[in-house]
């Protein structure tokens, strides 16, 4: 078993090393035929500021900043965003309370979007006009995958519509099994015009992503092995209903970091900080694929040796 090694930097924290190595080492032994790669989007392979202090949208912000809609709908939008985003991150509300309340905001803002008379054009347009910043080397990830049949699921609270088109224009990355990469979001329902009527099925806010879907579940029962990546504590769900042997988590914790760390180190078994790139996440793909010898990042003579993390050879 060739070692790990890989830079480091402060906003890189292995929450327990010794069970995150025992994990990784395991996968490495198992290969990427029992691998799985369960993602969210918004602010997980998106960021979370656009430039300095400034949010990056989400899939709905992409619809809520659209010049193409009413401004009583930016209103509204911006409203909710106001009232229920600081419950959303409040780790001291109760969860019971917080999930009625993410489903209220849920429920809200697709009852406006029903209401705008949305078309399935408005949607391409929208994200057409949209500075959505995808993180750096989140394509790479999703392409690597691909590249090696890995599936890849992006599990998203959003809309899933508006999702796959970013994908198409933003990422470039088609969407679909025969491409391993599948979506799991709010779907919409248009009429014969083409008009935004309703969505399917059960709302998935960020509360509530053990809805796992069952015949993608039974699909891929076979990968028992996770890597599942997300910004919200409630992401740690998204595997739920998987019977997995092996999980690795990845937590994106981009906003109010001092205040949330000790929650996120007690939820994942990595935390990512300060709106940092995937490309540690990404060497851990490879380092489980790549049979040859693993190709670490090229160490910079002037770096120091502490600045490099190692499988440390007793537990190869």
Sequence with gaps: MQQLRLKINKNIIISNKDVFWKKLIQMKKDGKQFLQVISDFDY????????????????????????????????????????????????????????????????????????????????????????????????????????????????????????????????????????????????????????????????INSTNKNMYRRSYANRQRSRDNIILIGDNIGDIHMSDGVMYQNQISVGLLNDKVEERMETYKQTFDLVICNDSDLGFVLELVKYIVEEDNFPSLKEEEDQAEEDYIVVPPSLG
């Design 44 to 203: 997980t392979l998106s960021t979370f500021y656009k430039e300095g202090t400034q949010r990056n949208p989400s899939c709905h912000g992409i619809l809520e900043q659209c010049q193409l809609f009413s401004e009583d709908y930016h209103k509204a939008t911006r409203a909710l965003q106001q009232e229920y985003y600081p419950i959303e991150i409040d780790p001291t509300i109760d969860p019971t309370v917080k999930a009625e309340k993410m489903q209220e905001w849920w429920s809200k803002a697709h009852e406006l979007l029903i209401g705008l008379g949305l078309k399935r054009s408005d949607i391409v347009n929208a994200v057409a006009q949209s500075d959505i910043r995808i993180r750096d080397d989140s394509v790479e990830l999703i392409n690597y995958c691909r590249e090696n049949q890995i599936p890849f699921l992006l599990f998203s609270a959003g809309l899933g519509d508006v999702l796959a088109e970013v994908m198409r224009q933003k990422c470039h990355v088609p969407v679909g099994r025969e491409y391993s990469v599948e979506i799991v979001s709010n779907k919409m329902v248009f009429d014969e015009n083409d008009k935004l009527v309703g969505f399917e099925g059960e709302t």
